[in-house]
């Protein structure tokens, strides 16, 4: 008997890595990427099919979602708002919050799950190093799991899971480690695609992660400023 | 004070003209179409077009999604699978019911609702009539209003509603009818582009409520089969 077959939301980022190198202890891995027009989609997307190749994934599903950026509302994809330097402190929503995202992608996942026969969707979302966005919270994934009960065929048996939802991002590298992910070809800047910046939110939560870990960081930075432990 | 504003989903049809008719009445309305590769989708983003136009929408969105198609899985989007002959009385899940399309559409109404701060957003979804997809009964509404809520921005207070999914089509026309809707401008055959066909699943419900409601449909058929009264 073959393996049970999953949908991966995989961004090219660190999380996603860290989650698929968990889903394929047990799973046959289908990737699913989507280009929302952030500034550095042609690297993640780069990042998303080493990552793709190193677990010899055959289904790979690449979705241009040109409007969200058409919608904007994030400096991720609206050139007119900027990426504002990493404030680890701040409660707030930051600026990089893509309006609703996640339930976008979730959707498109699920879309491909039911037709691909999946029983699982594995997202890469951490709810403490979050950075406070609303959509990468525990509870918002228990409600969408509601949605795909409802919305699904009476036969279709599929859920998300997210295994890193209360992991910090120190955990999340040591974790990746031992499974052996291939750390060294995620990307998680959202501002360079040549070498990471250092100063954005994804940069600094990464940074600070493998400073927590007592780990080197195996990218490329322009700046690596040392950050305090959370 | 200027009116409070939504988003509504308009495919073109019959269901999302009634519905913008109802929400025409107390919003400003942002008119939102997504194409999703399905095999009539330029006569009725032509039909969107003129509902907008009707109703003097300023803002208006029509969002390529083809992946839908891509991942396929439908009659309506994949040559391959071919769209049965109406069969009212079938319970299963149409051959044309496209996985998890819904959600998708949403997610995209609810991130540029949140951008544009409207309040609500308005979807012509039809339970009683709905050919037994999942994605159009109320529960699935319900359970993606709790998504909302906890996806979003704590200020953002945006939820769906759905006027008609209670009503039958044939009171669907008469509402139409007493607001004015210009009925004759929507599209809602599966199949033909030029003509309806009269017997896809869709002409055959619409066809079945305009003879229950004892009205004349504007639109032209190449075939005006009598259907059966629910």
Same mark, same amino acid.
């Given at each position: /008997?073959?393996k049970?077959? #999953?949908?991966i939301?995989a ?9 698929a190198a968990?889903a394929n202890e047990?799973y046959e891995l289908a990737f ?5 027009? $952030?500034?550095?989609?042609? @690297?993640?997307? $780069?990042?998303?099919n080493s990552i793709a190749d190193h677990y010899r994934a055959i289904r790979r ?18 050139? #007119? ?15 990089? *919050?893509?309006?609703?995202?996640? #339930?976008? /992608? ?11 026969? !999946? ?18 919270? %525990?509870?918002? *994934?228990? !409600? ?8 699904? %065929? ?26 052996g992910?291939p750390?060294?070809l995620?990307?998680?800047? *959202? $501002?360079?695609?040549?070498? #990471? ?6 940069? !600094? ?18 700046? @690596?400023?040392?950050? /305090?432990? !959370?």
């Open positions: /008997m073959g049970k077959r #999953a949908v939301l961004s090219g980022g660190l999380d996603s890595c860290v989650t968990i047990e699913l990427h989507l280009s929302y027009g $952030q500034r550095t989609q042609s @690297r993640e997307l $780069q990042a998303f599903l690449v979705v241009p979602f040109s409007h969200l950026s058409a919608i904007g509302g994030s400096s991720l994809t609206d050139i #007119a708002v900027p990426i504002s330097r990493a404030d680890l402190t701040n409660k707030e929503v930051p600026t990089s *919050y893509v309006p609703f995202r996640n #339930a976008n /992608m979730l959707s498109v996942a699920v879309s491909w799950g039911e037709v691909l026969g !999946a029983s699982t969707i594995f997202v890469g979302a951490v709810q403490e190093d979050s950075s406070g966005y609303p959509d990468c919270r %525990k509870e918002f *994934y228990d !409600a969408f799991n509601v949605v795909i009960k409802c919305g699904t %065929k009476p036969t279709t048996e599929l859920s998300i899971v997210t295994p890193l939802i209360e992991l910090s991002k120190a955990e999340i590298i040591l974790r990746g480690l031992a499974l992910a750390l060294h995620t990307w998680s800047c *959202y $501002q360079r695609e040549d070498v #990471a910046c250092g100063v954005c939110d994804s940069c !600094a939560l990464r940074l600070r992660g493998f400073q927590s870990a007592g780990v080197e960081d195996p990218v490329l930075y322009l700046e @690596r400023p040392q950050y /305090m432990h !959370a």
